[in-house]
């Protein structure tokens, strides 16, 4: 865990010197140096007062670097076209078990001929447009504004049945404990 550069890192973005850290902390000159190179282990209370007086939350000081804020911007994302449909996918952002899609159904296509079935819980945004959502024995028209969720390990199909194209904004989180359903 590598708590002292973050420490130093938000020290530095806010222009803070180490001396002005020790006199608001209380802690001595050396102590943050050494916390900061990571050459001492701070307690629980220590961080609580480093966080306090960084204006930042502790738990934030805990986190590695791969658990923090991830972005993708626009030209970054992946599209996948699916031929015989031509549903656009725009992969938006995934990470730990969570995709966030925005996908283009052209009037009449749907996510295949017949309903299917993967792992995960995927939630549904119409942005725009009117779809069909079938799984099971339970079939919803939705439209702009609606939403809807449901367990992709039961079959399932979504289908635009307006005029325009439909947008959906679906998010599809997928663990190993969903598998034990």
Same mark, same amino acid.
């Given at each position: ?11 530095? =973005? ?32 220590? @961080? ?5 007086? @960084? ?21 970054? =994302? ?13 992969? @938006?952002?995934? =990470? ?16 295949? &001929? ?27 028209? @939705?439209? &702009? ?37």
């Amino acid at each position: 865990m590598d708590i002292g550069s973050t420490i130093r890192s938000i020290r530095n =973005r806010k222009k803070i010197t180490i001396a002005q850290m020790s006199e608001g902390t209380g802690l001595s000159k050396g102590f943050i140096s050494n916390m900061e190179n990571n050459n001492t282990s701070p307690s629980i209370n220590t @961080l609580q007062t480093v966080s306090h007086f @960084l204006g930042v939350p502790l738990p934030y000081l805990l986190l590695e670097k791969d658990q923090r804020m991830h972005v993708v911007r626009k030209h970054e =994302r992946q599209y996948t076209t699916h031929k015989k449909e031509n549903i656009k996918v725009e992969h @938006l952002i995934s =990470r730990d078990g969570l995709t966030l899609q925005h996908v283009e159904f052209p009037p009449g296509t749907s996510t295949g &001929e017949q309903p299917h079935t993967h792992k995960g819980i995927e939630c549904h945004l119409v942005l725009q447009g009117k779809i069909l959502a079938e799984q099971g024995e339970d079939s919803v028209i @939705l439209e &702009e504004g609606d939403s809807f969720s449901w367990n992709a390990c039961a079959p399932h199909l979504v289908k635009n049945i307006g005029d325009e194209p439909a947008i959906v904004l679906i998010a599809i989180y997928t663990d190993t404990e969903l598998d034990e359903m």
